[in-house]
């Protein structure tokens, strides 16, 4: 098939700087309202803001009138505040508001890296009424190094006035409620200030899901640690909303609570726009790294809270300017320009996976990038990564190469990791289950796309013996002789029935498995030797020509049976515990379901092969686009497509990533109802979990309460950059100067 892929080359601080956005959201069917309103009748799409690296997290509770802050994101404490108070014609609108008639007014847009709301200003014309657009920004610089990370959030606050007469509203926006508070001047600008001291504790963390997110009865069991050595600390930090005294800004002490306020004119057929800005900074560790206590990689470059705000304050436009550039990039295909769903899920799903990001500064002064998967807690999970990798290949190809670096230290046996620690904690793997064929072809194919990408393969030159060693033991994994892997065949599919998780000889293992090898042989070849190379290009060819017999004229079955003189028990169980919930055994029976069902998985590994400007046999993928058109019709639910025929649960961002295949092979999908279909889980997922739960972002599946605030949604991203037969990686974001 033709291919393109374009190569051009805890102190936190908290920002907040207020504006105008573009796409409205809708909730409800999302794909069919029209742009612009918010129905009352019905939740919104629940959404947040975070930064990548640092932590900082704000999700809007309109419900309560306030913002909840996470200065350093989900698991620790969290604060209250950032609510917008406007007053005119002794009338006043709180926002984000509770109030159904003020919320009924109140329109909410998004783009992947804001939230937007759009208030009429009391006391102005039904017909033409005066508008503050409230806009809070998380900007997205991931090419410029002394800011991809630093703790800021920006917004604009702009009032508008269509009228014929002069338009007057008073701002205020409040600080954390119920802290002491205090108030400075400094160049220019006015700050106002609290301390806070927030404990973390690796025990505590890693038993965050169980005390709110699992069902009541499982909450008084402790979690595994797993290997995890302890960590406990408490991160000191300070609190700072900043502002220009020039655009009118005073501080006020009130009942507790600490807030900066202004007063805006537009004059007739004119506009009026302030800043603000808030902030959270810290110089405590806040990750043990074997053994070492690091601090946020933003320190190197902001020593203290003042410095960092009074530097976003006056930076603010930069940001926002470079922000508006990345969200160019990220675009979006002229079919989804109508669509409320995708624009929703976009941001959601970006902004849940920024706020699983780590990035910290070792003793020797050199950084350390990691994520976590979501509530799972786990740090750089290799087959969580394969699909988050978009972002890095897009946006921060150098995060990507950090942890293909390090995946190596923790390998078990020589196979890589599932992952490299937990909670607060990277020391070693966490994960108790071994997926020996999953992980290994991973990590080929992640350094595949990084080197297709870069044009450089110094990073694969690095890990050349850990390269070398992987394709043998990939080859290596089939010892039935029908090439396809039958031994550590457990994948990451790990709430799915056993002939989809652990099944020997499975077609979606398979095909990974041979697009790794292909890779590898074909992207990776000047650092392998020409033998390994050829025997890995041989193997991953048989390995397709299994397959393509395998075809049954309407699907690819999940997995093959072994072959008879080799075959297994019938009903052998291998007994191995899920993570944290230890009534669950994953069962991997080879006997109890038909291996010739549709399951939507297949074609996974084709993804990365195309992003690294390679292909399959074209047989294959042809048969492939009807395989994936099958298995979509035959595995629909209320909330996208299930694991495998006859099961209901589903994973949204698995689905994402069929979506991308799909897409490129050209597949009969309805996308705008599985954007739908997925979002509805999102909006659900606020009130439908048992006890105390929340949503707490990205949620990738009904059934399983560990895949919340999860970082796997990237692939709703790329859905711009996937066309039949193409793909269009977004131009390289060049290196720009460092704002001083």
């Given at each position: ?305 003042s410095d960092l705000a009074e530097a976003a304050l006056r930076h603010a436009q930069d940001l926002l300017e470079t922000d508006a550039r990345t969200c160019r990039i990220l675009g979006g295909p002229s079919q989804f320009e109508a669509a409320i769903a995708y624009e929703a ?396």
């Amino acid at each position: 098939m033709p291919y393109m892929i374009l190569y051009t080359k805890n102190i936190i601080v908290f920002l907040i700087i207020l504006s105008v956005s573009a796409i409205s959201v809708t909730p409800a069917e999302m794909q069919s309202s029209p742009a612009g309103r918010t129905s009352t009748s019905s939740p919104e799409p629940p959404v947040q803001l975070s930064r990548l690296g640092s932590r900082l997290t704000i999700i809007p509770e309109p419900d309560r009138n306030r913002i909840r802050v996470l200065p350093i994101g989900h698991c620790f404490t969290e604060f209250s505040g950032l609510t917008l108070t406007v007053t005119a014609d002794k009338k006043t609108t709180l926002c984000p508001s509770c109030n159904p008639n003020e919320s009924s007014q109140i329109n909410r847009t998004l783009t992947p890296t804001s939230i937007a709301y759009s208030i009429p200003v009391p006391g102005t014309p039904m017909d033409q009424p005066a508008l503050l657009e409230y806009r809070l920004v998380s900007p997205l610089t991931p090419n410029i190094q002394r800011w991809r990370t630093a703790p800021v959030m920006l917004a604009e606050l702009t009032l508008t006035n269509p009228g014929p007469i002069a338009v007057t509203c008073q701002v205020s926006l409040s600080g954390l409620t119920n802290q002491l508070h205090k108030v400075e001047t400094a160049n220019n600008a006015i700050l106002l200030s609290t301390p806070l001291s927030i404990p973390i504790d690796q025990q505590s963390v890693v038993n965050y899901e169980i005390r709110d997110y699992l069902a009541p009865q499982l909450r008084s069991t402790p979690a595994k640690q797993s290997g995890t050595t302890g960590f406990s600390s408490v991160i000191n930090g300070t609190f700072t909303m900043i502002a220009q005294r020039d655009d009118g800004w005073l501080a006020e002490l009130k009942l507790g609570t600490g807030r900066l306020t202004s007063t805006l004119t537009a004059q007739a057929g004119q506009s009026a726009r302030t800043v603000c800005a808030i902030t959270f900074h810290t110089n405590s560790p806040v990750l043990s790294i074997d053994g070492n206590l690091c601090p946020f990689a933003y320190t190197a470059d902001f020593n203290n809270a003042s410095d960092l705000a009074e530097a976003a304050l006056r930076h603010a436009q930069d940001l926002l300017e470079t922000d508006a550039r990345t969200c160019r990039i990220l675009g979006g295909p002229s079919q989804f320009e109508a669509a409320i769903a995708y624009e929703a899920l976009r941001q959601i799903a970006l902004q849940s996976f920024l706020s699983n990001t780590w990035l910290v500064r070792q003793p020797d002064g050199s950084t350390r990038y990691s994520e976590w998967e979501g509530f799972p807690l786990f740090h750089s999970t290799l087959d969580v990564v394969f699909n988050t990798s978009l972002f890095h290949l897009a946006f921060a190809p150098d995060l990507l190469a950090d942890m293909l670096m390090h995946w190596p230290l923790y390998h078990q046996d020589g196979d890589m990791p599932h992952d490299m620690g937990k909670g607060l904690v990277i020391d070693r793997n966490a994960y108790p289950v071994r997926m020996t064929v999953e992980e290994n072809a991973n990590y080929l194919l992640l350094h595949a796309m990084l080197a297709a990408r870069t044009g450089n393969n110094a990073t694969a030159a690095a890990q050349r013996d850990t390269i070398d060693r992987l394709v043998r033991r990939l080859i290596a994994s089939d010892t039935d002789s029908d090439t396809l892997p039958d031994t550590g065949v457990i994948n990451t599919f790990d709430d799915a029935p056993p002939s989809v998780n652990s099944a020997p000889n499975q077609i979606y293992l398979g095909i990974k498995t041979a697009a790794a090898l292909q890779a590898a042989a074909q992207v990776l070849s000047t650092v392998l030797s020409k033998n390994t190379c050829a025997h890995a290009l041989n193997r991953s060819q048989l390995i397709f020509k299994t397959i393509e017999r395998s075809w049954t004229g309407t699907l690819f079955p999940i997995a093959l049976p072994a072959p008879q003189s080799t075959a297994p028990e019938q009903g052998k169980v291998t007994g191995v515990l899920l993570p944290l919930d230890h009534d669950k055994p994953i069962n991997t029976s080879n006997g109890n379901e038909d291996p010739n069902g549709y399951c939507n998985y297949a074609a996974h590994g084709l993804v990365a092969l195309w992003l690294c400007g390679l292909s399959a046999p074209v047989d294959l993928e042809t048969r492939m686009r009807f395989h994936l058109e099958s298995a979509h019709e035959k595995t629909q639910t209320g909330y996208g497509d299930s694991h495998r025929d006859g099961h209901a649960n589903v994973w949204i961002s698995q689905n994402m990533w069929r979506d991308l295949a799909a897409l490129y092979l050209g597949a009969d999908i309805d996308y705008h109802r599985q954007h739908a279909k997925y979002l509805k889980l999102q909006v659900e997922s606020v009130t439908h979990r048992t006890g105390n739960c929340r949503w707490e972002g990205f949620c990738d599946s009904p059934e399983n309460s560990f895949l919340t605030c999860y970082s796997r949604g990237i692939p709703i991203l790329a859905f711009p950059w996937f066309q039949q037969g193409l793909i269009d990686l977004p131009e390289a974001l060049p290196r720009e100067t460092d704002f001083r």
